[in-house]
Nanobody, 122 residues
Framework: QVQLVESGGGLVQAGGSLRLSCAASGRTFSSYAMGWFRQAPGKEREFVAAISWSAGSTYYADSVKGRFTISRDNAKNTVYLQMNSLKPEDTGVYYC???????????????WGQGTQVTVSS
């Protein structure tokens, strides 16, 4: 069992930056791939980024490549999402999730946090 709690969301102007954190409980955190997803009002939840259990592999949605960076610290049971050059279309609730395998599909992930709101103003 893995419990996830996101933090770091907020209101930022376009072009600004935010760093999201996701703290995990459970002794097996380091065995899970981790992902970030987001959901805008009226839209489906979409993949943002993922990182393998060892941090040896990362994977990004085309819409965030070059602007967002996912990382993890297994000693701290935490995964991060550094978001730079934010755009209004990045607005949404951001969720972290844990999976036994690296992937981009919602149904691949077994555990989810409650989400943190990110709002980018133009």
């Amino acid at each position: 069992q893995v419990q996830l709690v996101e933090s770091g969301g907020g209101l930022v102007q376009a072009g600004g930056s935010l760093r999201l954190s996701c703290a995990a409980s459970g002794r097996t955190f380091s065995s899970y791939a981790m992902g970030w997803f987001r959901q805008a009002p009226g839209k489906e939840r979409e993949f943002v980024a993922a990182i393998s259990w060892s941090a040896g592999s990362t994977y990004y949605a085309d819409s965030v490549k070059g602007r967002f960076t996912i990382s993890r610290d297994n000693a701290k049971n935490t995964v991060y999402l550094q978001m730079n050059s934010l755009k209004p279309e990045d607005t949404g609730v951001y969720y972290c999730a844990a999976s036994r395998g690296l992937g981009s599909r919602v149904h691949n992930y077994d555990y989810w946090g409650q989400g943190t709101q990110v709002t980018v103003s133009s």
